[in-house]
């Protein structure tokens, strides 16, 4: 139960309807009341509005005034997890509506500046920080979120955070929110390569490299490690560039 608000209208400036609708939850209160000395005590079922703040809305506008099409924008203030800014059932099941910039697009977007931050990266942590944000990626599987949640979800560094907003190509592309899906991130953002100074080049699975390979050593120098059966091998005319 909920209390539903409705308001229909035409926009002044461009002549557009519009459509605002707002739900607040439905709550339990007290009521206490003093009846000839003595407190009278009341349980209300179905108090709406008790908090002002707690609501969900959208507003939609028609794309033209004969149009059929119509694009809004929503917000949900009765969801706690701040990396899911709205809920799935909000927008698709009460709205039957859907997120304009579809789940592949989204998710291809975020791959794709993730992998060429950590690729342009010169700084060595920077790199390790940028692939190890893209196995984190995997938590918002599912998730309504947008470009700017996932970086402040993943608590990224000054440094990695702007080297990814420099490859989204506007500030409203990185509010944009569509429904990640982690296995279509996978098929972009999937292996893991370091080069050392010896021209070695070891190539594994981004989520799984921490695992296969043992990085030993202080300072600079390191000594990596691995084993297991040899399944395949290849030359080629030049070695891949970056680390992802």
Known sequence: MGLLFTMVGEDLKTKKN?????????????????????????????VF??????????????????????????????????????????????????FSVTSAHGTTRIAEALKQAANDATDIDLKEELAAAGILLGGFSGKAVSIDSIISGLNLSNSAAE??????????????????????????????????????MITADASEFDNVVDISGKGKIKKFSTSGEVVNQKIQKSSPKGIL
């Open 163 to 200: 080297a990814i907003r420099q490859q989204v190509p506007s500030k409203a592309a990185r509010a944009e929110t569509f429904q990640y899906d982690h296995m279509i991130f996978r098929n972009i953002f999937r292996f893991k390569s370091v080069m050392i100074s010896n021209g070695v």
């Open 18 to 46: 519009k459509l605002v609708v707002s739900r607040f939850p439905a709550d339990s209160g007290i009521l206490a009341e003093v009846d000839k000395g003595s407190l009278n005590v009341q349980l209300l079922e179905r």
């Open 49 to 98: 509005m008790k908090n002002e703040k707690s609501y969900k809305a959208v507003m939609y506008r028609n794309l033209t005034k004969s149009s059929s099409n119509w694009k809004g924008k929503a917000i949900d203030r009765q969801i706690s997890d701040f990396n899911n800014p709205t809920s799935k059932y909000w927008i698709k099941d009460f709205l039957e509506s859907d």
